[in-house]
C-alpha cells in the first residue's frame, strides 16, 4: 500500500491510499475490521449465533471512494505555536486588540487523518479526547465548511483528530488544526486554491490561523492575522520545556484584565532585532498578558517564579505563551525537579519541544522524536 506523505506536493498525480478514517471514529488500516454485534437466541439444546455488521455497507463505500478518487486519504501532522514575545499596542473600534508578536511554530503537535466520505453531505469527525467539540463549532468542521464555501468543493470528510496539544495553553492547537484542515481539502480539491487565499481565507474564522501558512516564523500584527514571513531568527535546535497547569486561561477573562496602561511600551521591532541578533533571553521575552492572566490565575505567577528560581540559570528565558496558560522555559528540554516532587503539579501537562518550519508547497513534517508527558484518555465521536 502506498502511503502520502504529510509534505504531499501539490502537482502530485498519483493515485494515493492512506488510512481509511471509518464512521464510529476509529483509524482503520486495510485489512477492514468490522466491529460485530451479537444477538444469541436461547434454545432447549444449544444456543443459535445471529451475527450482523450494521457498518458493512458505509465500509463498502468507503471501499469505492478509494477506486475512484486520485486521493482518498491524507494524515498530516498539525504543530503547535509559542510566542516569543507579544505586545498588546492598541484597543480596536471592533473590540479586538491590536498585538504584535513573534510566532514561531514548535514540534508538539496533534495528528490528523482524513479520509473522503463517500456520503456527500456531512463530515465525521472524532477524536481520542473527551471534551473536545466534534460539531461544527470545532475549528476542523468551520475550516471545511469554509473551504467548501469559498471553492464550491462537493467533498466531505471523515476526519480523526489525535491530539496532544493541551487546550487553553496558549499554544494555538485548534488554530493549528484549522489550518491544516484547509491545506487537506485543498490536496483533496486538486490545489485550486493558492497558500496565499488559503491564508485570507482562513483569517475570517480565526485571528492565529493565518500565521500556521508561513513557513514556521513570523512577525505577525494586526488582531494576528497581517502575517510577516520571516528566516528563523532563533536556532531550531534550541531545546524547551512546556509547563501547563491543568487550569485553564479563557482567553476572554485575560483581555477583560487587561490594562493598556500598565503594559510594556518596549517597541516590539526592537525586540525582533535583538532575538535576531542575539537569541531568546528573559529581557525579550515580553508577554502582555501576564500579568492579567496572572490576576485570572494567581497560581500561575507562582509556577513561574518557582521555575525561574528553582532553574538556577538552567533556563535562557522563562515567559508565558500567547494567553496562558503554559509557561515556556527556553534552553533546557528539562522540567525542574519540584515539579516532580510536589504534589501540587502531579497533574501538569509537560512536553519538551523545539523550533520547526516547514518547506515551501509542503506541510509540516513531525519530528523523529518530541516527549509530551501527558496522554489523553478516552474518546468521543460525532457528525459535523
Given amino acids: 500500500m502506498a502511503m502520502a506523505s504529510s509534505y504531499l506536493q501539490c502537482n502530485h498525480q498519483h493515485q494515493l491510499h492512506l488510512p481509511s478514517i471509518r464512521p464510529n471514529g476509529f483509524s482503520f488500516f486495510k485489512p477492514k475490521i468490522n466491529f460485530r454485534r451479537t444477538q444469541l437466541i436461547k434454545c432447549t439444546r444449544k444456543q443459535v449465533e445471529v451475527v450482523y455488521d450494521p457498518d458493512e455497507r458505509r465500509n463498502k463505500l468507503a471501499d469505492e471512494v478509494d477506486k475512484e478518487a486520485p486521493l482518498s486519504r491524507l494524515t498530516l501532522f498539525s504543530p503547535c505555536k509559542i510566542n516569543a514575545f ?40 472524532s477524536t481520542n479526547v473527551p471534551g473536545i467539540p466534534v460539531d461544527d463549532s470545532n475549528l476542523i468542521i468551520k475550516a471545511l465548511n469554509l473551504y467548501r464555501k469559498k471553492t464550491e468543493s462537493d467533498n466531505f470528510f471523515w476526519i480523526h483528530l489525535d491530539k496532544k496539544v493541551p487546550s487553553g495553553a496558549g499554544l494555538g492547537g485548534g488554530s493549528s488544526n484549522a489550518a491544516t484542515a484547509l491545506w487537506a481539502a485543498n490536496q483533496f480539491n486538486g490545489c485550486v486554491a493558492t497558500e496565499k487565499e488559503l491564508q485570507e481565507w482562513s483569517s475570517e474564522i480565526g485571528s492565529d490561523i493565518p500565521f500556521f501558512f508561513s513557513h514556521g516564523a513570523a512577525y505577525c500584527t494586526g488582531r494576528g492575522e497581517v502575517v510577516q514571513d520571516i528566516p528563523p531568527p532563533i536556532p ?35 525586540l525582533l532585532e535583538q532575538i535576531s541578533r542575539n537569541g531568546l533571553s528573559q529581557d525579550v521575552c515580553i508577554n502582555d498578558l501576564e500579568a492579567p492572566a496572572f490576576q485570572v490565575l494567581p497560581s500561575l505567577k507562582r509556577l513561574k517564579q518557582r521555575i525561574i528560581a528553582a532553574g538556577r540559570g538552567q533556563y535562557d528565558a522563562v515567559f508565558m505563551s500567547g494567553s496562558g496558560s503554559t509557561i515556556v522555559g527556553i534552553g533546557s528540554p528539562d522540567p525542574p525537579q519540584f515539579i ?45
Wanted: hydrophobic share 35%; with cysteine.
Fill in 340 to 384: 516532580y516532587d510536589d504534589n501540587e503539579y502531579e497533574d501538569v501537562f509537560l512536553s519538551e519541544a523545539r523550533f520547526i518550519t516547514r518547506e515551501v508547497n509542503q506541510w509540516y513534517r513531525e519530528p523523529a522524536s518530541t516527549n509530551a508527558c501527558s496522554e489523553p484518555p478516552a474518546f468521543s465521536e460525532t457528525v459535523g
Fill in 236 to 270: 531550531l535546535d534550541v531545546p524547551m520545556v512546556l509547563i501547563k497547569p491543568r487550569e485553564a486561561c479563557p482567553t476572554a477573562e485575560v483581555y477583560k484584565h487587561l490594562r493598556l496602561d500598565q503594559t510594556t511600551k518596549v517597541d516590539p521591532l526592537t
Fill in 86 to 125: 507579544l505586545r498588546i499596542t492598541n484597543k480596536r473600534e471592533d473590540g479586538f486588540h491590536d498585538l504584535a508578536s513573534l510566532f514561531h511554530v514548535i514540534s508538539l503537535g496533534d495528528t490528523i487523518k482524513f479520509s473522503l466520505s463517500p456520503l456527500k453531505s456531512r463530515d465525521r469527525l
